[in-house]
RNA sequence: CGGGGUGUAGCUUAGUCUGGUAGAGCGCCUGGUUUGGGACCAGGAGGUCGUAGGUUCGAAUCCUAUCGCCCCGACCA
């Protein structure tokens, strides 16, 4: 039992000005987190409190499926980032972890970085201590402080500098034995989120950054979330915005034969999808095929797209450089002939075709069979192009964004597109890691083989903060049972009665009995201040005790969730408390 | 990093356009009256107006630079 009094809780009437979002605004008027600078929180002890209760419910799980916790270091020797495989891509999102230094010398390369996540220390960890299959599989998890330079801290604890999460690394001696880790960790976030009363849903997710062959993100979804799910309720199908496909091209599509020769024509000052598009030239943007030009480590490689869709760049991951971007007008013109606007990947119209890594088309580009492009020559597009002619593909692949409507590729019936917070997120990474850092065990015929990683991430802060989003009202926060930080609020609304705190001491026995932690407001408050206070802490159950309820012989139960107040007779009212707490417990676990 | 916005008391803010000694509400302190949904009265403390330059007799207000924060985009648990 706390008493109010004793512990600390600033709540807030009004909300902070920088904050957007009501899960953000909650979080601060509640007393739950205090900003020290951009994406920097400090937890207050309520909210504290939240973040313990999510921990020892994912502690509990993960060591339900077999995970075994440690505990690593947060400041890492930079070696082990540059000799990794994602040092590149990495860096620009990681703090650097030097002495100061006197303030005189030039800034050199660091030494020490704060780590993002734990992949290059637990590797070269495990290569150390584990050579044998006998010692295999194994599943290492920490629940630790996470730092990332975001580059755009956002709405609260939702995406900050410094962050909360869980991290799981699982190494097995078989690729099967990777899927089944895998899909052991997929059941116990599952659990995870069912437990603290998050609903978050499962989606497939591209593998990014971090690399490896498959890949789930636990999406909550909300209106403010960062990420777009592409679903289908009925299908079950669900993916996030970077990795979802749609059934648009038929699996039996036929490609359309050439429908007449190539026809050069001019497009004086057409540089754009739309101007083409218009009269007099009146080339629909479903006709056309759009070329553009990336830059991957280092060499210029052409994606072809319709005129109408749009590129998602993450899928352009799957081609496998380690880092890819735009190139810029200058880089372009020396390659193609022409600027942008005029662009085409027809044969032998690429000025200088050799320097190309490659021409990736979008499989829906075999939709059009015959269109218009650039030509290379500025000022003049390409009619009659036919897709299996004319254009020096590479290789097709699915690199465009999937648009709301189009077919499910599973069922065929349209997809939806709604918004959610990624709360977990997990990988099969494969041998990427293990490679690099020359994780290698040896089995029963004494051959080396190297170990099958996956990882595994569960934003526990971040959660805080998506329950809160999706279990709200106008008057505050409503915790689930399980992450709430004390189950039972006895708000005792004439302390300076001592049978009123007599009352509420046994009360709180009772329901501490039953399962609960209790918080006693017996602070010397207005009643109105008291409930104001409750409803915006949001505790799952309340119970009142005032001078007027003892002379009637009663007191007061109110769930969060529900308008109306339980009177209980005195005489009952331990019993009472007791069976409600064991209820909604019950009602928690299933 | 690109685009937009904003910085005045612990919090929410007015005043900035049109320069003239900084105002309110909440919170806090003292006293009193109240006491079942953020009370009322009286008194009080608290601000070098983000910072640094400049213009001016005079700058929260105009100019320049710089920093912080917020929103949109790329990135992520």
Redesign the pocket.
């Known amino acids: 039992m706390k008493l109010w009094s004793q512990f600390f809780i600033p ?11 009501a899960s ?1 605004k909650l979080l601060v ?1 509640a007393g739950l987190v205090r ?1 020290l ?4 929180y400090t937890y207050m002890p309520l909210g504290l409190r939240v973040i313990h209760k999510l921990t020892q419910i994912c502690r509990e799980e993960l060591d339900g499926a077999g995970g075994i916790e440690l505990w690593m270091p947060h400041v890492h020797p930079v070696e082990l980032w540059q000799q990794g495989p994602r040092w590149a ?1 990495a860096r ?2 990681m703090f650097r972890a030097d002495s100061a230094g006197d303030g005189k010398r030039a800034p050199r390369e660091p030494e020490f970085v704060l780590g ?2 734990h992949e290059e220390v637990i590797t070269p960890l495990v290569k150390a201590e584990i050579s044998s299959y006998r010692d295999l599989p194994k599943n290492f998890y920490q629940i630790a402080t ?1 730092f ?1 330079n ?16 869980m ?1 799981a690394y699982s190494f097995d001696a078989t690729d099967d034995g990777a899927v089944t880790s895998y899909h052991a960790m997929k059941a116990a976030y599952a659990r995870f989120f069912k437990r603290v009363g998050a609903h978050a849903i499962a989606v497939e ?2 593998t ?3 690399g490896g062959s498959f890949s789930h ?2 999406m909550v979804p909300a209106e ?4 777009d799910v592409i679903y289908n309720e009925a299908s079950g199908y669900a993916a996030n915005r ?1 990795k979802a496909t749609s059934g648009l091209v038929a699996p039996d599509l036929v490609d359309a034969a050439p429908s007449g020769p190539l026809e050069e024509f001019a497009t004086p000052g057409v540089v754009t999808i739309a101007a083409l598009a218009a009269a007099p030239y009146a080339v629909g943007a479903d006709r056309q095929f759009k070329t553009l030009v990336f830059m991957g480590d280092g060499k210029p490689f052409l994606v072809i797209l319709r005129g109408c869709d749009e590129l998602e ?2 899928k352009l ?1 799957a081609l496998g450089f380690t880092l890819f971007r735009a190139a810029t007008a200058d880089e372009i013109e020396p390659v193609m002939g022409a600027k942008p606007g005029s662009l085409g990947a027809i044969n032998g119209t690429i000025k200088n075709f050799g320097a190309l890594a490659g021409i990736y088309a979008d499989h829906a580009i075999r939709l059009i069979g015959n269109g218009t492009t650039g030509a290379n020559k500025d000022g003049f597009h390409v009619n009659h192009v036919n897709v299996t002619r004319d254009l020096a593909v590479t290789r097709f692949g699915d690199f465009r964004r999937v648009r709301p409507g189009e077919p499910d590729p599973k069922s065929g019936q349209p997809l939806q597109v709604r918004r959610g ?5 997990i ?1 099969k990474l494969g041998t990427k890691y293990s490679e690099k850092f020359g994780a290698v065990f040896t089995d029963d015929k004494k051959e080396s083989h190297l170990m099958v990683m996956g ?1 595994y ?7 805080m903060q998506a329950v809160i989003e999706q279990s709200h009202d106008a ?2 926060i409503i915790w689930p049972w399980n992450c709430a930080p004390f189950q039972v609020l006895i ?1 005792v ?2 302390p ?1 009665l001592p049978e009123a705190m007599d009352l509420a001491r046994k009360l709180a026995l009772a329901a501490e009995r039953a399962g609960a932690d209790v918080l006693v407001d017996d602070r ?13 802490i949001g505790l799952p159950l ?1 119970i ?7 002379k ?1 012989g ?3 139960l ?1 769930w969060r969730t529900q308008k109306e ?1 339980i009177k209980v007779a005195l005489a009952e009212a331990e019993r009472c408390v007791a069976a409600a707490v064991l209820e909604a417990a019950e009602r928690a676990r299933t």
């Open positions: 709540t807030l009437k009004e909300s902070p000005a920088d904050a957007e979002i953000h008027r900003k600078g951009g994406g920097l891509a620009e999102i993002p996540t996470k990332r975001e580059i755009r801290p956002r709405f609260g604890l939702m995406r900050a500098r410094e962050f909360i999460m991290d997710a591209d990014g950054v971090m993100e636990f403010i979330g960062d990420d970077e760049e993450a991951g917070i990624e709360v977990g997120h990988f990882c991430g569960i934003g526990i802060s971040r959660t008057d505050g708000c609304i004439d300076q010397a408050e207005r009643p109105g201040v008291k409930f104001k206070d409750a409803d915006l309340r009142t005790i005032g001078g007027k309820g003892l009637e009663i007191v007061e109110k107040v």
